[in-house]
């Protein structure tokens, strides 16, 4: 009795335990809205969204097909909620990640596309544009005491227009189109190397960055609890004074977060722009990938490998929308769910605590008790 009630208290299984309350409580939310548009079609439609790529069970070759690119899909989301993660456990809040997301695009698709370069240098000038993004919050942070909220909400639309204008160039993009070109065809040695594509029914999309998302966030589990930098970046974040007179840089340890979530940042434009899978075009707003990151982060209770998890589950009810009836339902039902979901994502830390306080309460009645 006393090893399932230990169990329980783990904060891992507390934050498991709430994340799934949390996903489910919204994909029920979204099940009594369909219910509300059209109640003779709600469960057809909520199956077809939960069912997904599922409905071509008959074709073995066309659902690996889709899967695999579903897990393409969610990479930049993944990593999104890596950096993002990565600066809260340091105790900052990057809202910047959407701009070094953005100059991520930049990087990968001009040096891809109208320099001519190897993936390899592409992915590198990526990650290089981001960490800069994320210095230029981390320098406001540190020197200047600007918090890192404004400063990188206003990086973000600086990188929005500098994206729109360098890329809306002739050179990168296809005009008749409005969207820049196709990455095999301008420079196929700008195209990441592929992965299991055989496996995947021959999906072309499926690449290295599978592994590489992985990796990361295993390299970000092992540096954050396994390091003396990792410690020191935590304990920067959760006292300066206190890290300061320890004998920390907590300026430089600041700047380094930031850089670092940064770079990260840039890596997730690298790893879904350079599959090929997508093209940039001309927009008028941030790209939505850096806010819904942290929703990620905080659905897979802030844990990198949580993280991978939750992006997948949230980007398969987003292309779960695709398969609705339009007859009766809108597919932007199902972006509305992970809207849900992701507002829900708000009060996983809060009913975390609620369910440490329910469980020490119950501990203190039972020594009363006894």
């Known amino acids: 009795m006393n090893e399932k009630t230990s169990f329980s208290k783990r904060p891992g ?3 498991l335990l709430v994340s799934v309350l949390c996903a489910a409580f919204g994909v029920f939310l979204g099940f009594i809205i369909l219910l509300l548009m059209n109640p003779a079609h709600a469960v057809e439609g909520m199956g077809a969204i939960l069912r997904n790529f599922f409905k071509y069970d008959n074709n073995i070759t066309t659902l690996m097909y889709y899967f695999g690119s579903a897990i393409v899909k969610s990479v930049p989301i993944i990593l999104c909620s890596e950096a993002i993660l990565f600066a809260f456990k340091a105790g900052l809040f990057n809202i910047g990640v959407a701009g070094q997301y953005t100059v991520g695009i930049i990087a990968s698709l001009y040096t891809s596309v109208a320099l001519g370069w190897h993936w390899f240098f592409c992915v590198l000038a990526a990650i290089a544009a981001g960490a800069i993004w ?4 981390g320098f406001l942070k540190a020197n200047f005491n600007v918090n890192e909220v404004i400063a990188g909400i206003m990086l973000n ?15 990168v993009m296809n005009v008749s ?11 196929a040695s700008g195209l990441l ?3 299991l594509q055989g496996v995947f029914g021959n999906n072309q999309y499926m690449t290295i960055a599978i592994p590489i998302t ?3 966030a295993v390299v970000i589990l092992f540096v954050l609890n396994k390091t003396t930098f990792g410690y020191e970046l935590k304990a920067t974040g959760h006292n300066k004074e206190a890290a300061r007179y320890a004998g920390m840089n907590p300026k430089r340890n600041v700047i380094f977060t930031l850089m670092i979530s940064g770079a990260i940042a840039g890596l997730a434009a690298s790893m879904i722009y350079l599959t090929g899978i997508e093209h940039y075009k001309i927009s008028s707003s941030v790209p939505g990938m850096g806010f819904n990151g942290i929703a990620v982060a905080f659905l897979g209770g802030l844990n990198p490998i949580g993280a991978i998890l939750a992006g997948f589950f949230v980007e398969y009810l ?22 849900i979901i992701i507002y829900l994502c708000g009060f996983v830390l809060f009913f ?3 369910f440490s306080q329910i469980g020490k309460n119950k501990a203190v009645k039972k020594e009363v008790q006894e």
């Open 177 to 187: 189109k409005s969207e820049t070109y196709d990455i095999a065809e301008k420079n």
């Open 318 to 339: 987003t292309l779960g929308g695709q398969y609705l009836n339009t007859n009766y339902y809108n597919p932007q039902v199902a972006d509305l769910m992970v809207a």
């Open 352 to 354: 975390k605590h609620l």
């Open 193 to 195: 190397p592929g992965f």
């Open 157 to 171: 639309w600086i990188s929005l227009y500098l994206c729109n204008i360098i890329l809306g160039q002739e050179t």
């Open 214 to 216: 992985i990796i990361v």
């Open 134 to 137: 994320g210095f230029f919050s």
């Open 13 to 15: 299984v507390q934050t």
